[in-house]
């Protein structure tokens, strides 16, 4: 079987759209600050992991609900299709800060913030089996070329000489192929379908783009899911993808 990345798709979908219909069978992500889908996900998906709405409380400018969160994700996490939840985090805070709230998360996966030290990173690799990487501060903007320089950097530390993971690398926003397919990712999330199937102008170019929300996220989701993870980091950084595959 042709091993692949596990596709997270965020689940607040936009224009009136069902869960039911976009993501039957599939992955999901739930986030703690959008967690109204939680129920059917836990019904329809295949598997489902949960996100502490760090990053959405962040965006706002409000503070993270941890209390709330803690008892949301030990109720949810018991669930048996639940793979794994983020341990909570701050947004382009301090090391110190990240490292306080580590502490009494059983079976959650930390993050390493790009803008963070290659230290941390590599402790994190070394406590634990799965690790998230948020791009953060000055590699915010995913895949531009300061976001690649670091991701190398990072690379180097998360990889051991043969590009081969230390630990499994989840990659928070990162569900775009031109990205996924570069790095060693056992799985990525994004909420870009979620986000895209409800904006009509994306849609109106070609007389053959369905009308339907529901038909738009199904190509969306099928045509990501095309598309696999690198086996291991091989620095190409955005300028091929997989060629490795093909000797």
Not at 62 to 77: A, C, Q, V, Y
Not at 136 to 158: F, I, L, P, Q
Not at 204 to 213: E, F, G, I, L, Q
């Amino acid at each position: 079987m042709e091993r692949t990345v596990i596709h997270y798709h965020g689940t607040k979908f936009s224009g009136g759209m069902t869960v039911q219909t976009a993501i039957k069978a599939r992955h999901a992500c739930v986030s703690y600050a959008h967690p109204e889908t939680i129920e059917v996900v836990a019904e329809m998906c295949q598997s489902f992991i949960l996100d502490n709405g760090a990053f959405s409380a962040w965006t706002v400018g409000k503070p993270l609900d941890i209390e709330g969160f803690r008892n949301w994700s030990s109720h949810w996490s018991k669930h048996p299709a639940c793979d794994w939840y983020l341990i909570p985090d701050v947004i382009d805070g301090s090391e110190e800060e990240n490292d306080a709230l580590l502490d009494g998360w059983i079976n959650g996966v930390p993050v390493w913030h790009m803008h963070e030290s290659l230290d941390r990173l590599e402790r994190l690799c070394s406590t634990y089996q799965r690790i998230a990487l948020g791009s953060s501060g000055d590699y915010s903007k995913v895949g531009n070329g300061a976001w690649w320089e670091r991701m190398t950097e990072a690379m180097g530390v998360a990889c051991d000489s043969d590009g081969i993971p230390k630990a499994k690398l989840h990659g928070l926003r990162m569900l775009d192929p031109s990205i996924f397919s570069h790095l060693p990712l056992s799985s990525a999330d994004s909420t870009n379908v979620a986000r895209s199937i409800g904006i009509d102008s994306r849609w109106d170019r070609s007389p053959y783009a369905p009308a339907s929300k529901g038909t738009r996220a199904l190509i969306m989701m099928e045509r990501i899911e095309q598309h696999a993870s690198a086996s291991r980091w091989s620095n190409t950084r955005g300028v091929k993808r997989n060629l490795e595959l093909f000797g």
